[in-house]
């Protein structure tokens, strides 16, 4: 039985892990869990999984979590902050860590449950953006396997069963487009987040939504195909996939195209991740070929979605620039969400922050985290 560590329980990612939890007890037992301050789902998780350990980020969940567990009588032990996320990353009873955390948080306990020998299911993005040269030699060094659970990431790994990396011509890397598909940059710099929050295909969280209409979203994840399938960035190429049917494909070096083909349904990717490298009676419905009818593709735009330029720019330079840029983004999308500034900005700030900062630097948890902390200052003081 493989016991499993889900770090972000109540995000879209960490509820559908429960679900696949859930629907194959024989197999799997949730023996840690944490969330950031949604108390009620974290009380419910416990009550329905009775986990031995559960962290809340926040003080007020960690309180409310606490007293119902000693009011209840519940023997799940409540722990707070990243000392517990570390904590539950590291058991020694833990086979997999399911890193489902929003943004840079998820770097240094995956960092740790790596070092302890913990196979990653990763969910997390900005954990291989901000520190994937740390992150893969560490897992190289620990001899333990980084799982994609991102749907296009795990449909390239399903792709390379059987072949070897040295065989791959291009990565193939779909994007449904986001909600502005087709539209100019120009047309949507003022755009209200109703309407940027109106993703065409996947039900996910507000900040990944918005990098999906920024397309951000697809150059986070070109660099961390990059890291996960050692390819230069010549070879990984966004392809718009309105559809959302192929999830990714690979062009070997003979012609061939392998492709991964499904529903629009992230369970799918936790499911083979968590059982790798076995498959399981299936959680989706099957994709059918006749009703899916046309598939299509376009090239992106990088002059309507110059966000997607300034990832590629940022993991080809290298260094801290991912980190810069990643942590740059998360603050402004924050603040669009907030209302306080426009669509356009978003890329704007990015933009500013990859041009002042330094980032010749080692990549170590250290300078990471120092990086993040200036471009934080810089943000707050300007625009909040």
């Known amino acids: 039985m493989k016991k499993i560590a889900l ?41 329905e999984f ?13 309180d409310k979590v606490y007293e119902y567990c000693k009011i209840e009588n519940r023997k799940t032990e409540v722990l707070h902050g990243m000392e517990g996320l570390i904590e539950i990353a590291t058991l020694p009873e833990v086979n997999i860590v399911v890193t489902a955390l929003v943004g840079m948080v998820g770097i240094l306990p995956t960092v740790r449950a790596i070092e302890a020998g913990k196979d990653i299911a990763l969910a997390n993005k900005e954990t291989l953006v901000a520190a994937g040269e740390l992150v893969i030699n560490k897992a190289k060094e620990h001899e333990v396997n980084i799982l994609p659970v991102d749907s296009e990431h795990s449909a390239i790994f399903q792709c390379l069963q059987g072949n070897s990396l040295t065989e791959i011509n291009k990565i193939i890397l779909t994007a449904s487009g986001g909600p502005f598909r087709g539209r100019t940059f120009e047309e949507v710099k003022y755009i209200p987040k109703t309407e940027a929050l109106k993703h065409p295909k996947w039900n996910m969280g507000n900040k990944i939504t918005i990098d999906s209409a920024t397309l951000m979203n697809k150059g986070l994840e070109v660099i961390e195909a990059h890291w996960l399938f050692s390819q230069p960035y010549e070879k990984i190429c966004p392809v718009v996939h309105p559809e959302s049917i192929i999830h990714s494909a690979i062009e070997y070096i003979d012609g061939s195209i392998i492709a991964q ?66 942590c740059a983004n998360e603050l402004s999308v924050d603040l669009y969400l907030k209302e306080k500034i426009s669509f356009g900005d978003i890329y704007y700030i990015i933009n500013e922050c990859m041009e002042k900062f330094d980032y010749n630097k080692a990549v170590t948890i250290e300078n990471i985290l120092e990086s993040q902390e200036e471009v934080i200052r810089f943000i707050k003081n300007k625009y909040n």
């Open 50 to 62: 009775r986990p031995r350990f559960a962290v809340m980020m926040d003080k007020a969940g960690y």
């Open 261 to 326: 083909l499904g529903v629009a349904d992230m369970r799918l990717p936790i499911q083979y991740a968590l059982n790798y490298p076995r498959r399981m009676n299936r959680v989706v419905e099957p994709l059918d070929l006749v009703r899916a009818g046309r598939l299509t593709f376009e090239e992106p735009s990088y002059e309507n979605f110059p966000c997607l330029r300034l990832a590629f720019e940022a993991g080809k330079q290298g260094k801290l620039l991912p980190a810069i840029m990643n």
């Open 7 to 47: 770090l972000g329980a109540t995000g879209s990612i960490g509820t559908q892990t429960l679900d696949i939890i859930k629907s194959d007890r024989n197999n799997f037992e949730l023996t840690a869990v944490s969330a950031y301050s949604n108390s009620d789902s974290m009380i419910g998780i416990i009550d």
